[in-house]
């Protein structure tokens, strides 16, 4: 079973600009939860996705948004990117309902320059 | 609400020494308990995990933990450190209506030949 994949691995962006990630979890799981990374600052959670819909959010401004598709995949936004979005960026999968834990991709190192 | 209390941000241990790691939480519910632990810029992997039943589980590479709701713990341990336990290591619990993950801080455990 391929376990969660997150795309690019590693990305630099320039302050002001703006930044896709994208998450593709384990087949069937149709839940998908995003986290901000910072030494220091711990997991920061920054939201959930289930069945297409926010299920949860975190306290992050609007700069960042995400999605998700009928087929689970998750993508999350940053616009107008500061420097201190510079983070490990992390996708985490479940199945939603019934068993509880959480299954993590390798994350997205996000540079702002 | 729910919280976790990791005691301790870093801990160092000799090789072959015991490994012990503090995790406190608050809940207002029958709570579900995590450990998860991280390598350099790499994602969250599951260790093990607490839902019902027995209280001492046992996770991979030898670690376990208890359960002891009296004194709202959940502590990881391992009889004998090896330098592949170095990493970062996370405590969570999932509880309430929504099920999220709340996040310890982290404890960064260094393994000292």
């Known amino acids: 079973k391929a376990g969660v994949t997150q795309t690019p691995r590693y990305l630099i962006k320039t302050r002001g600009q703006q930044v896709t990630l994208s998450c593709s979890p384990i087949s069937g799981h149709r839940s998908v939860s995003w986290y901000q990374q910072t030494p220091g600052q711990g997991l920061q959670f920054l939201f959930e996705y289930f069945s297409e819909t926010q299920r949860n959010k975190g306290n992050f401004p609007g700069r960042f948004s995400g999605r998700q598709f009928s087929n689970s995949r998750s993508e999350m936004n940053v616009s107008t990117l500061e420097l201190g979005d510079s983070a490990l960026y992390l996708c985490a999968s479940s199945s939603g309902t019934g068993r509880p834990e959480a299954f993590f991709g390798q994350g997205t190192r996000l540079t702002v320059v | 609400a729910q919280s976790v209390t990791q005691l301790g941000s870093h801990v160092s241990v000799s090789e072959g020494a015991l490994v012990l790691l503090r995790c406190n939480y608050s809940?207002?519910?029958?709570?579900?308990l995590f450990w998860y632990v991280q390598y350099p810029n790499q994602g969250l992997q599951l260790l093990l995990k607490y839902t019902t039943g027995a209280t001492l589980v046992k996770g991979i590479n030898g670690f376990e933990a208890e359960f002891k709701k009296s004194e709202t713990s959940f502590h990881l341990t391992k009889p004998s450190a090896h330098m592949s336990d170095a990493a970062e290591y996370f405590c969570a619990v999932n509880a309430g209506n929504n099920r999220k993950l709340i996040w310890g801080l982290g404890t960064s455990l260094a393994v000292n030949p």
């Open positions: 809940s207002s519910v029958p709570p579900y």
